[in-house]
């Protein structure tokens, strides 16, 4: 261990005299150095989805070492995977983290909810309902009495997707949601173990790539289009204590979802590597919307559509649960 925290030392050191390492921060992780941050070391969990694809540009452009962060990256395949270890301290962001699942944390008590930075926006085929290309279901009204894979149960593309068929005068409750995870929705459609997948990007593309699997709903159609899905989360606790830090990561995010929004190349970039997609199929997917503010208007639209569906039971207090830095 002793060995290990020298051997850091010695990193730093050498990235703080010689400034060519990137995407690391100017200082030893132990604390903020001279850069006036609580300290200059973050572990944020990312999922392979294309919502946290910011994380990568701010990385890959030195958005973090300009702010003296050095951030370490932690895989993970869904965000309530992570919730354990944000609450544990193991680690302190989680990027591309949907709303719908730690609203309801907060709700619950599980965790005091700290938004530090939007994520992702509901775009128009960027998490579609896909079926076989000999399927008879061509509409959003023939999914009545059929089987819908989802992630997560009672989340966001139940969420979104109820309020789709509802405005497409579809009776949702005849829909049967099923959970299975992104990376098997394909096989599970194409064995016949569902008549649907809700499926997001890159799996959304692949699908159609491998199956010839067809588009039946547009998940991202209105009344849902533009809705706020996924944002960097932490903790209450975590942005209290270090908001200095916290203030520096979002500003990063903040000129990453910039960067995003502004050059698409940016986000094809870095998709292949930690989404593991192939660079032709990053070139054509489509992409969320990158916002670049934190907007209470936004998170407030999609915690009002969780009340009115009975996924939460009012609307939380937003003021104290999005992170605004002082002055």
Known sequence: MRQSLRLSALVSALALAASVITGCGDSDSSGGGGNGLETDSIKVASLPLADGASLYVAQKAGLFKKEGLKVEIVPVQKSTDAQPALIKGDV????????????Q????????????????????????????????????????????????????????????????NVDATKVKYVSVPFPQMAAALEKGQVDAIHTVEPFLSDTEKKLGARVAVDGGSEPVTGLAISGFVSTQEWTKKNPKTAAAFQRAIINAQKLSTQDRKKVEEVLPGYAKMDPEVASVITLPGYPTSLSKTRIKGVADLMVSSGLLKKTPDLDSILFHPTA
């Open 92 to 103: 302190n962001i989680i990027a591309g983290a949907n709303y719908v699942s730690f609203l």
């Open 105 to 168: 944390a907060e709700e619950k008590g599980t965790l005091k909810l700290s938004i530090v930075a939007p994520a992702a926006t509901l775009t128009s085929n960027m998490m579609n309902v896909l079926v076989k290309p000999d399927s008879k279901i061509k509409t959003a009204k023939d999914l009545e009495g059929k089987t819908v894979a989802i992630n997560i149960l009672n989340n966001i593309q139940s969420l979104t997707l109820n309020s789709i068929l509802k405005a497409n």
